[in-house]
């Protein structure tokens, strides 16, 4: 599965508001759930549901510009303390990073803030964040993945 087809599973999941997306084929199986997503409400077990009809998720072709993503080289950033995970400098500002942001080693990609204490947590390596795992204003523990980077 490459980085194109992640962010059209991406764009289906907002475009139909799921909250959880599973997906399996001859390469393998990858689960989707949305950060901060609401619980999924099940119907009662006599009644049935049309479900929405979703789109086939065709795949995306790969090029030599594009190879695809190799998930054996993605590195997961984790908490190096219990703390409230914040995505920006200050309330209001744009994140340090989103998902396909390209990072170098030292940047700064979050904060976690700890017995009042504000403690910037950086890249450990170049590469790409592929996945934000934390809301803004979660707390975390420690050893939570917090990013992953190709």
Known sequence: MNIRTVRELAKLMKEYDLSELELEDEQGSVRFVRAGAPAPVLPAPAQESAAPVL????????TPEDPGMDFANVTAVTAPMVGVFY???APGQPPFVKVGSRVK?????CILEAMKLMNEITAERDGQVVDICAADGDVV?????LFKLY
């Open 105 to 109: 080693k030292g940047d700064v990609l």
């Open 55 to 62: 789109p086939p998720v065709q795949q995306a072709p790969q």
């Open 87 to 89: 995505a920006a400098a």
């Open 141 to 145: 523990e420690f050893g939570q993945t």
